[in-house]
């Protein structure tokens, strides 16, 4: 039996392979796409989703939606250019779209239509904010009952998070702190929480010997793809241990149906809306729980990865 999926993500590089492995899982029913405008710009974010499902997705047709929210701490405009070559490259231009999938309806109203039209629960995978799904809710809360689950990728639990900003103390994560308030009304709900935190993919990161293992088998399109998008991350921040490049998104993704290489936990826990904390995630007594990947099995989580992305 398929679980039904749908994909909110913000347009990096992660975020698209995350797609295209989604799209490997034939467990999975990808039922609709919210893209976010984020750390990516959005309409090349949008047009690289749509030739990914168009190559890659078995001849499936997925709705692929704009998101129109607005987060409250900009990510820095440095990260948002990667989806331009990905939109470009020539494996996800050798063939006319022949199905348009983009569609004109905001994507927190999209996903607030196509979990109201569905007979079963679906599982909401966010790899950015979650703008909107606490949007979603708050249009129309009687979804909430139709969600079986959210796997997110953000927050963290450690005492540094990712973010440096101005009259910020640096413990928190980007896509909460992108919007704080969404996290929170996400929070407020009773939806179940699969979390992957900063300190969830320490053990997930592009090496040398990843590049070459790809390298070395790019006579298979699906891995050629992988080896042709990574190669827009620059080798040097392998070499520097504060800004080494951390497969996150795709171990989110990975976890819909892998189970067998990580390890969870519950975390009580709140989050802060504003002052100088805003959009930390903090463990305390007696808060909202969530279930925190906390230990991931690094050579299981790559033979998967290479696993799915095989197209021969």
Known sequence: MSKKVYLNHNGGVNDLISLFLLLQMEEVELVGVGVMPTNSYVEPALFATEKIINRFGHGVSVEVAKSNSKGKNPFPKGWQTDVFYIDALPILNEFDITKPMIVERPAHLHLVDQLRNSQEKITLLFTG?????????????????????????????????????????????????????????????????????LESIDNVPLTTEIRAHWARNRQDFGIEFLGQCYAIIPKQLQYNANSKYLLGEVLTTLTVFGSNFVKRKEIPSIIHIDGPSQGRTEKVTNGRTVNLIYDVESETFFEYLVDLAWQE
Do not use: C
């Open 129 to 197: 904010p979650l703008s909107d799904l606490a949007r979603a809710l708050d249009e129309a809360p009687e979804i909430e009952k139709k969600i079986e689950k959210l796997i997110w990728m953000g927050g963290t639990f450690s005492d540094q998070g990712n973010v440096v900003y101005t009259e910020h103390d640096g413990t928190a994560e980007w896509n909460a702190f992108w919007d704080p308030d969404a996290t929170a009304r996400v929070w407020e709900s009773s939806i179940e929480i699969d979390l992957v935190a």
